[in-house]
């Protein structure tokens, strides 16, 4: 089965012609360009499968030709199951040498099990392994020369040069060029060897959080075809200046195919690519199977392994600022494994619980599926009280909290210590007295929440940080075993921490739902620190109306591990079905102090409440259709006001989307996201989209888009410039100074 998925634009077969085509002549030969990435160990008994990936990559390669094919790999294959980890990556790279790949560009969780064990594993790897980027002893190499379908092909290796996503142990190890002197250097030495095509490799997407690489690109137009990975977006094919851009997804769903075709009468490149999805019918390459059974025979049986029993279920709290059960089991076995009186531990994240019973390898891995190890530090009472106060800074953004064990400590709303911290002993710490505290390694790096200021405690000498060694996983197996039967309860180590700076206020139920009236907008709604006056830009025609949700789409807030919203208000219990109305108003005020609004009513496409709101996965929402009897008001240049008693529509979804116009909506593009793109329903919860659309008049109304991209999300009014006409990817949330968006019912 070929699909066109993720943020893909095209549909059918992509063709791209990197310069003005002409018929292609005799000369030309071609190469076909296998791709996958971020594999992440991926053997489940069911759904998509390294096993089953197999068997599409040698079905391709048979069709054309072992000489004529080149299979590639863009990193992260080694890590994100139990067998990777279980293995150390052992696994992965036996699947690389089973199946030939050319090459592999190790990526930022390639190092996960300590760059020894990375080092290692390329030594075993058969193939090229290039990144030449980071820098590391052994070096990798940057580039390597391939003869395939009678074609010079120069395949350029590009890893992960994002510190945050690197071990604390990693850091010390690594080095990372300069992007751009790495790629002058590179492709001067390249060019020298006069190849035919030019293939770069890298391990960083094109709508990454920080793109600054792939953007780079778009300065070397020598560059063919380029082959990405990290954000596991599926790209079946894009242009970015006059380089081609393929993605294959990730965790086995999908391989890249490029057939690249070189006319050399002409000096003439083509590129077609397609992307193909692995489906339940595909069937797992028996010979593979039969290789890597061992080890996948090793894991299970380490998987069921009983380490002990739990008493009380353990489950992850609505606010994660307060401690669990699961960040005290944590910390009581990162802190006997380091033999430290103190630790700092975050509940992990999504829906992770322990339930009553046997605890198993298997429900370790999914507390902790990554192969972090434990690290210690010497911490005085002012660094122990930076630690917390940047935590509570920051939580609005990042939702991670780090719970103290074995301190007791008073802080005042903003997360200001009061007083000095209590140890296990009653002694106070104070001065320059320090103690002992337990980390993991993933809290250290800048992949979990970005804590800049206890990243920099790394790295001072008095703190003496020190990297264990023990593995996390294995810290709490052992604590488990030898404290078996658990009967944990949270530890409440912060005390006195008063009103939460970031919980929602939450009101007493109201008799009735709160009516659309002036005074029932404050000029400084709760909770999200907007300044906005909501009533001042509602029209006459919503007085009568009910507010039903409001929240802050500049910097919105999600909850349950993305699968749900934070309002400001939340009315939703008080209102119920059927309804005469819906409307949604946005308000944004951007950084020169300009406000921009718009406001549209319509027929109910629903009578579900909780369906009206921002599509999250939680809410069940998706919709895709039209609605009637709109009414458009906006202050925006080129917004179209007035009523539509039909022209109108909405795509409102909780997954990934494409540009193609599969529903048909009338004047919708197949290249540009605008008002008719496709859901991808196998990514959920994924980018989002909350849009309304005039799609008569050509035009986007209403954009909110990736819910979960805080102070970046997508929310614009009227059609957005660029490769997007629904602000799909402006990630303009970081120009607006301010913003408020209502929902509003009429009954």
């Known amino acids: ?400 909290f780090l719970h103290p064990f074995g301190l007791s400590l008073k802080v005042d709303n903003k997360g200001g210590l009061i007083g000095s911290p209590v140890l296990k002993n009653g002694k106070e710490l104070t001065g320059s007295n320090r103690v002992k505290v337990a980390f993991s390694s993933g809290a250290l790096s800048g992949a979990v929440a970005g804590w800049a200021y206890l990243q920099s405690l790394v790295n001072d000498k008095n703190c003496d940080f020190r990297d264990t060694g023990i593995r996390v996983d294995k810290a709490l197996f052992d604590y488990i075993k030898s404290h078996s039967p658990l009967n944990i309860s949270p530890a409440g180590d912060i005390k006195n921490v008063g009103t939460d700076p970031v919980a929602v206020k939450k009101t007493k139920k109201a008799k009735k739902a709160t009516a659309v009236k002036k005074a029932a907008f404050p000029s400084r709604p709760t909770g999200r620190k907007s300044t906005i006056d909501v009533a001042k830009y509602l029209p006459a025609e919503a007085n009568g109306y009910q507010l039903v949700y409001q929240f802050n789409p500049t910097n919105p807030v999600m909850k349950n591990g993305k699968n749900d919203i934070v309002y400001d208000v939340d009315n939703s219990n008080q209102v119920k079905g059927p309804f005469k109305k819906l409307a949604y108003l946005l308000v944004l005020l951007n950084k020169n102090g300009q406000v921009e609004y718009a406001y549209v009513s319509m027929d109910p496409f629903t009578d579900d409440v909780k369906k009206i709101g921002v599509p999250v996965k939680a809410s069940g929402a998706r919709f895709q259709q039209m609605v009637k009897n709109c009414r458009v008001i906006s202050n925006v240049d080129g917004v179209k006001n007035g009523e539509y008693p039909d022209g109108c529509n909405i795509e409102f979804c909780d997954c990934n989307y494409t540009a193609v116009n599969a529903a048909k909506v009338p004047n919708a593009s197949d290249k540009f996201f605008d008002f008719g793109d496709t859901f991808d329903k196998n990514k959920s919860p994924g980018y989002g989209s909350m849009q309304i659309h005039n799609y008569k008049e050509k035009q986007s109304i209403i954009c909110f888009n990736k819910f979960h991209g805080r102070g970046k999300a997508d929310v614009g009014i009227g059609n957005s410039k660029g490769r997007a006409r629904d602000w799909t990817f402006s990630a303009n949330a970081r120009n607006c100074k301010d913003g408020v968006m209502v929902v509003l019912v009429k009954k």
């Open 1 to 400: 089965m070929r699909v066109f998925g993720g943020y893909g634009i095209g549909h059918g077969f992509i063709l791209f012609l990197l310069l003005a085509s002409a018929q292609l002549y005799a000369e030309t030969r071609t190469v076909t360009v296998l791709s996958t990435c971020d594999i992440h160990a991926s053997f489940g008994p069911r759904g998509p499968s390294w096993l089953k990936l197999a068997s599409l990559v040698r079905d391709e390669r048979q069709k054309a030709g072992e000489r004529n094919t080149l299979l590639i790999d863009s990193g992260d294959n080694m890590q994100g199951s139990f067998v990777g980890k279980h293995s150390a990556g052992a696994v992965a790279v036996k699947m690389l040498n089973l199946l030939k790949y050319d090459v592999w560009v190790p990526g930022n969780h390639d190092f996960d099990f300590g760059v020894d064990c990375l080092l290692k594993r390329v030594s075993e790897f058969k193939g090229s392994a290039l990144a030449g980027n980071v820098i590391c002893s052994p070096p990798f190499y940057s580039f390597k020369f391939f003869e395939r379908g009678g074609l010079k092909i120069a395949v350029i290796g590009f890893g992960c040069c994002d510190k945050r996503f690197y071990s604390p142990e990693a850091l010390t190890r690594l080095k990372f060029a300069d992007s751009a002197k790495y790629l002058d250097q590179t492709l001067a030495e390249v060019k020298k060897g006069r190849p035919d095509v030019i293939i770069l490799v890298i391990h960083n997407g094109r709508f990454g959080k920080k793109p600054t690489d792939f953007k780079l690109l778009q300065r070397y137009p020598d560059i063919n075809l380029v082959l990405g990975g990290h954000t596991h977006a599926v790209e079946p094919g894009v242009l970015s200046g006059r380089t081609w851009y393929l993605q294959a997804g990730s965790h086995s769903r999908f391989l890249g195919k490029a057939v690249v075709s070189y006319d050399s009468a002409n000096k003439k490149v083509t590129i077609k690519s397609e992307m193909m999805k692995v489906t339940p019918g595909t069937k797992v390459d028996p010979q593979l199977a039969r290789e890597v059974n061992g080890l996948l025979k090793a894991a299970d049986k380490d998987a069921r392994a009983v380490a002990g029993y739990n008493s009380l279920e353990l489950t992850i709290p609505g606010n994660r600022m307060q401690p669990s059960g699961i960040s005290t089991l944590f910390s009581m076995a990162i802190a006997g494994a380091a033999k430290t009186d103190a630790a700092f531990y975050g509940t992990p994240p999504g829906r992770a619980k322990l339930a009553k019973g046997k605890v198993t390898g298997s429900n370790i891995f999914r507390l902790t599926p990554y192969p972090n190890t434990v690290c210690t530090m010497s911490l005085n009472r002012d660094q122990i009280a930076g630690i917390i106060q940047e935590q509570y800074k920051r939580f609005r953004q990042t939702r991670e």
